[in-house]
């Protein structure tokens, strides 16, 4: 069964500090990985997936195969950043079910 | 406008009676799934649909029904429902079936509380 575990609940950091989100997963097979952010008091949105490997808002995400792992990176982080952030997995061996990770809520102090 | 439209937004009910929460997608997106927020859990699908009259449990599907009679709609109904059915609910859609096929849109949630 494929799983998306992000070990850290809260991530406080402070502004202008890097910070990493990490996001470790298990599936049989070559997945699509994204990361999913929800602001305060707004619908979850999509922040990037790795297929595009792009860097959205300062933020990159590099998917390691090897270590099985997809973690998000900032070398700034803004007060705005302030969200909550999902690691979210989909596959074709899962019939495309996306499965979500427990979420890191992340706070940037000023 | 593009978005997928969750009723009711918040809701207060007793164990029991039955509810529905309607999901509405303007999109035309084939894909539409149902998910529980609880702290600590993230986010849990409850049950998806890869298009009409094709539904399928998620991780979380006892306690809940769904049907999918046209694309834009997929309504979750929670026949009797209790105490440990008090969440935030969020209803997504996105297109197509395969990798590839695009991000997943959210609504804004439907909070219930059951007493």
């Known amino acids: 069964a494929q799983r998306v575990t992000q070990p850290e609940k809260l991530l406080s950091v402070f502004k202008g500090a890097p910070v990493e989100l990490k996001c470790n997963y298990s599936y049989s097979g070559s997945p699509e990985l994204f990361w999913y952010v929800q602001y305060s008091r707004q619908r979850l949105q999509l922040l990037l997936r790795?297929?595009s490997r792009e860097s959205i808002k300062g933020f990159t995400a590099d998917l390691n195969k090897g270590e099985t792992s997809f973690h998000l990176k900032k070398p700034f982080a803004q007060e705005e950043d302030s969200a909550m952030y999902y690691c979210?997995?989909?596959?074709?061996?899962?019939?495309?079910?996306?499965?979500f990770g427990g979420g890191t809520r992340v706070l940037v102090k000023p | 406008e593009a978005q997928v439209t969750q009723n009711p937004r918040y809701l207060i009910t007793v164990t029991g009676k039955k509810l529905t929460v309607t999901c509405s997608q303007n999109m035309n997106h084939e894909y539409m799934s149902w998910y529980r927020q609880d702290p600590g859990l993230g986010l849990r699908q409850i049950y998806y649909?890869?298009?009409?009259?094709?539904?399928d449990k998620g991780d979380v599907p006892e306690g809940y029904k769904v049907s999918r009679k046209e694309k834009r709609n997929f309504p979750l109904i929670l026949e009797s429902p209790s105490p440990n059915q008090t969440s935030l609910y969020f209803c997504a859609s996105r297109k197509g079936q395969g990798l590839n096929t695009g991000e997943l849109f959210f609504g804004e949630g439907s909070r219930l509380t059951v007493l």
């Open positions: 649909s890869m298009n009409v009259e094709v539904t």
């Open positions: 790795h297929i």
């Open positions: 979210a997995l989909s596959g074709v061996a899962a019939g495309n079910k996306l499965t």
